[in-house]
């Protein structure tokens, strides 16, 4: 198996790699060596960006040989996706499958399934700076369509849920876990209640690996963990993990953005069935909150960013307060 990722040296798409590798595929990996050069030493590297549509790298190597797989980890607008088909094309011909990481931001509103409508797809998005909370599903779904249009039966489109695990550098987990490790009653603005879908990465990068093996085409939700949790448990995996006490504490508080949390829930309740069928392992919460504890730890705990979650301060304002709400 000749599989080709483009990206791959960050977090998702290290996985992926990972799990592909693992499962002895030959990876070619296409970046613009800047992101984990250290990674992966063994694996060929193409040189190319994908902004500037710098793909001649790429097209050189499929003419070598062609890919059996390509596996799209950095495409978010059109132009990109049909930056790297063209590049395919210009090697005589399409790889045997294109496998695209999408998103859960390309449905429009509650469904459970795969076949839950999506937001109307946004061709006309170019930039990848210009991205935001309403552009980025319909550009994705955009990518999607291309994919779908031009390989057919030889798509794949993988749909994840947010993703954490080891390498998550987006902090949201880790905010729960530091904030668990101090116990205590801890301010949260939700409803205790709230359900929550995390995807351990590396159950995602198995979940590819699968598709790939099998050359299985069709669209996957990609969601975790496979046990229901709530905000509420999602606390209490945190301090039993981190071997203390904590207790969650709804504040009226309504910051703008506070990890984990959701206004409206239908997003959080999207079902992995289709997947679990074909390869989507369950990593066991406690497991994948353990990884990213150890993964924290060592690499020197950097303060998390201003304004994401409450300072100490702020919490202990609001629940001295008393600010709490029943919802
Ligand atoms: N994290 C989540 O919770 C979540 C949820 C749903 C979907 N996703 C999807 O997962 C993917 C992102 O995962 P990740 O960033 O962790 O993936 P990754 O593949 O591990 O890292 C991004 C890769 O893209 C390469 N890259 C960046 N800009 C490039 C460019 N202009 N041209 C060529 N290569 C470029 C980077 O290498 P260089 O810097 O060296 O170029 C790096 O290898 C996206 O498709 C995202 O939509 C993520």
């Keep these: 198996m000749r599989a080709l990722v483009l990206g791959g040296t960050a977090f998702v798409g290290r996985a992926i790699v990972d799990a592909l590798v693992r499962d002895g595929a030959e990876v070619t990996l296409f970046g613009r060596g800047r992101t984990g050069r250290e990674l992966f030493p063994g694996l060929r590297r193409l040189v190319g960006d994908r902004d500037t549509g710098d793909y001649a790298a790429l097209t050189a190597a499929a003419r070598e040989r062609p890919f059996d797989a390509v596996v799209d980890v950095s495409g978010y607008v059109l132009r990109q996706v049909r930056g790297a088909i063209a590049a395919l094309d210009a090697a005589g011909g399409h790889a045997g499958r294109y496998v695209f990481v999408s998103t859960q931001a390309v449905y429009a509103g509650p469904g459970a399934d795969e076949d839950t409508p999506r937001k109307a797809p946004r061709p006309d998005v170019e930039d990848t700076a210009r991205l935001d909370d309403t552009t980025y599903g319909?550009?994705?779904?955009?990518?999607?369509?291309?994919?779908?249009?031009?390989?057919?039966?030889?798509?794949?489109?993988?749909?994840?849920?947010?993703?954490?695990?080891?390498?998550?550098?987006?902090?949201?987990?880790?905010?729960?876990?530091?904030?668990a490790e101090r116990g205590g009653p801890m301010a949260?603005?939700?409803?205790?209640?709230?359900?929550?879908?995390?995807?351990?990465?590396?159950?995602?990068?198995?979940?590819?690996?699968?598709?790939v093996r099998t050359d299985r085409g069709g669209a996957f939700n990609?969601?975790?963990?496979?046990?229901?949790?709530?905000?509420?448990?999602?606390?209490?995996?945190?301090?039993e993990v981190a071997g203390t006490r904590a207790r969650l504490v709804p504040v009226a508080d309504r910051p703008g953005y506070f990890p984990l949390v959701r206004e409206e829930w239908a997003s959080q309740r999207r079902s992995a069935a289709r997947a679990r069928a074909v390869g989507l392992s369950a990593t066991a919460f406690a497991e994948t909150v353990a990884a990213v504890r150890e993964w924290d730890a060592g690499r020197g705990r950097p303060a998390p960013e201003a304004g994401f979650g409450y300072t100490a301060e702020r919490e202990a304002e609001l629940l001295a307060a008393g600010d709490t709400r029943a919802r």
């Design 138 to 179: 319909p550009a994705k779904a955009a990518c999607e369509d291309e994919v779908t249009a031009r390989f057919g039966e030889r798509a794949t489109l993988v749909r994840p849920g947010q993703v954490t695990g080891p390498y998550d550098t987006s902090d949201a987990l880790v905010y729960w876990l530091r904030r």
């Design 188 to 211: 949260v603005p939700a409803d205790p209640a709230q359900p929550v879908q995390l995807l351990d990465a590396r159950d995602l990068g198995r979940l590819v690996a699968a598709l």
């Design 222 to 239: 990609a969601v975790g963990p496979a046990e229901p949790l709530t905000l509420a448990g999602l606390l209490a995996v945190c301090a």
